[in-house]
């Protein structure tokens, strides 16, 4: 069940937001996806986030289509026999072709897949394809008549493609401007999360406004009377590094990375935080006290085998210092 969705994508190449969310609501309702007792909305925003991350589907929201990519076979970080998975729009044909190729193969390569964790109901298993070298890789690709990228981790060549903070700095156009007379929020750094403001002045900061038509979101970040207009992701990693917050931490003897899930880390690094694995986080809580500028009790996200290099690259690109933290946690999904 949780493939029919991706499916549904590519079987359209493209398709509105409103039919994405029809088909969402569909597919939640069938027998097997088990969505009870949990927030849909939230489950359906997590879902398109991860669809992107997984290099699965890109969104446009100001245009409000969605886009199935190119399927691609891409690199995972080496960790034993060079190994690739399946990203992109997925058919019943393509997988069949790979399956094809690899049964005729046995000895030089593998197929496997690996079911998404129980939160995550409507992202499609990860397929990976595993071989003595990289030639049988590219082979697979071939027979499957799609594309691969095999010279590179996608994860390293992703996190050196993405922009930094100082580059998202350096491209903002300040403007002297008005306060929007919207429902407004403002993002927290103790909180990591926006709440709402009812100053009539100016917020230093970021500031979250609603188009009380259309919903649609408009983030700005201010500077005195100025303010230009900001990615939501970047707009509060740049608010955490202009107050010296650090919220990433990293367990380096599991290689795992924690992010806050109130503060997601942007697009580009979040694809190659998750193309590690090609699986989305697990989502964990914090226990009772705070670490660095993680409150307690905060929900988090735990993205796994993420090598050191490919870690510290990230929090560099959002002037963040990695917090060495042990990520096992207890009986009750909970990191002390």
Same mark, same amino acid.
């Given at each position: 069940m949780s493939k029919l969705l991706l499916q549904t994508i590519s079987t359209s190449g493209r398709m509105s937001i409103d039919k994405f969310d029809a088909a969402f609501d569909t597919l939640c309702q069938l027998p097997g996806i088990s969505t009870s007792?949990?927030?849909l909305n939230h489950v +359906?925003?997590?879902t398109i986030r991860y669809l992107d991350s997984l290099g699965h589907c890109e969104f446009d929201f100001d245009q409000r289509h969605v886009f199935a990519c190119p399927p691609v076979l891409v690199a995972l970080p080496p960790y034993g026999l060079p190994k690739a998975v399946l990203t992109g729009a997925r058919t019943p044909s393509v997988v069949q072709k790979m399956k094809n190729f690899v049964k005729g193969n046995r000895n030089s390569v593998?197929?496997?897949?690996?079911?998404?964790?129980s939160e995550h109901p409507l992202l499609p298993p990860a397929i990976y394809i595993e071989a003595i070298d990289h030639d049988h890789l590219q082979k697979v690709a071939q027979a499957a008549q799609i594309g691969c990228h095999l010279t590179a981790p996608a994860a390293w060549s992703l996190v050196n493609f993405s922009a930094g903070i100082e580059n998202v700095r350096y491209n903002l156009t300040y403007e002297d401007r008005a306060d929007i007379n919207w429902l407004? +929020?403002?993002?927290s750094t103790d909180t990591l999360t926006f709440s709402k403001n009812h100053n009539t002045e100016n917020v230093q900061g970021l500031v979250e406004y609603t188009n009380p038509r259309s919903q649609q979101k408009l983030h700005w970040i201010w500077d005195g009377n100025r303010a230009a207009e900001v990615d939501r992701d970047w707009g509060r990693y740049m608010i955490l590094a202009d107050e010296g917050v650090d919220v990433l931490l990293y367990d380096e003897r599991r290689h795992q990375l924690v992010v806050p899930a109130y503060v997601p880390i942007p697009r580009f690094l979040a694809r190659a935080a998750t193309l590690c694995t090609g699986l989305a986080p697990?989502?964990?809580?914090?226990?009772?006290?705070?670490v660095g500028g993680v409150p307690a009790g905060h929900p988090v996200d735990i993205?796994?085998?993420v090598p050191p290099p490919v870690a510290m690259m990230i929090s560099e690109k959002l002037s963040q210092n990695l917090i060495d933290h042990s990520t096992v946690p207890d009986s009750h999904g909970v990191i002390s």
């Open positions: 007792e949990v927030d +359906r925003r997590q593998s197929y496997s897949s690996k079911l998404q964790r407004k +929020r403002t993002f697990a989502t964990l809580h914090m226990g009772e006290q705070s993205y796994c085998a």
